[in-house]
């Protein structure tokens, strides 16, 4: 059956406005974060990555934001739309290994 | 870009009896495959590493038994659900990586045992 498992988390927002995921990671030697967006019933979709010699990357109307330090993964979109209200999941990977380790997921909810 | 076909889409089958799930790169050839197991609402749990001409490799706690993985072709990985059981019942994805585009992920079986 299924096992127990922590519910995902939900951010809900108003159409038009800009929307913030977080994830935290738990491995210091991850070099290599990956986001991804899933829509339900579907597999994961590749939507932006960043190297750890980076802490910004910018793609179209998503930015991911790296903080070593603390070990933090964001995910910022711009003017967030009804398509995109999916779960979506950081992934880490650590150098020499190219299969990512999934995070928990955050489940987008936009509002029309 | 690469993409990842999984086949079927959804599945229903009676306790017992065995499912057989399709994996194929459509534009590329993948020597290693991987296939995910994904309960409602969590993430997704990688099951086994899927390896052309050679055996699996199973994450700890996987049955490999029970989840029989054949990746005969640089294109096809197969996963076939033996004597399923209700709590089978699941999400179950594959993804390939290619080295142009990196890891892409097929759409993902709806596995119900009834």
């Known amino acids: 059956g299924e096992s127990v498992g922590l519910h995902l988390p939900t951010l809900s927002v108003q159409e038009g406005d800009n929307s913030i995921i977080n994830c935290a990671y738990s491995?210091?030697?991850?070099?290599?974060f990956i986001w991804y967006k899933q829509e339900s019933g579907k597999g994961p979709q590749f939507i932006i990555d960043i190297r750890s010699n980076m802490d910004k990357r910018q793609g179209q109307r998503v930015t991911v934001l790296l903080n070593k330090t603390v070990k933090h993964l964001s995910l910022q979109i711009a003017a967030t739309q009804p398509g995109d209200s999916a779960v979506y999941f950081c992934a880490e990977n650590t150098g020499g290994s190219y299969i990512p380790t999934f995070g928990r997921g955050t489940s987008l909810i936009v509002h029309p | 870009g690469a993409v990842v076909s999984q086949h079927p889409s959804w599945v229903i089958c009676k306790s017992g009896t065995s499912v057989k799930i399709e994996c194929r790169s459509l534009d590329f050839q993948a020597t290693t495959m991987f296939w995910y197991r994904q309960f409602p609402k969590q993430s997704l749990m990688l099951m086994a590493t899927?390896?052309?001409?050679?055996?699996?490799?199973?994450e700890q706690g996987v049955e490999k038994d029970k989840f029989l993985i054949n990746h005969a072709s640089l294109t096809l990985s197969t996963l076939t659900v033996t004597s399923a059981h209700p709590e089978d019942s699941s999400f179950y994805i594959c993804?390939?990586?290619?080295?142009?585009?990196?890891?892409?992920f097929g759409s993902g079986t709806r596995l119900t045992v009834v």
């Open positions: 899927s390896n052309e001409g050679s055996k699996a490799t199973y």
């Open positions: 491995n210091s030697a991850s070099d290599y």
């Open positions: 993804s390939a990586r290619d080295r142009h585009y990196g890891y892409t």
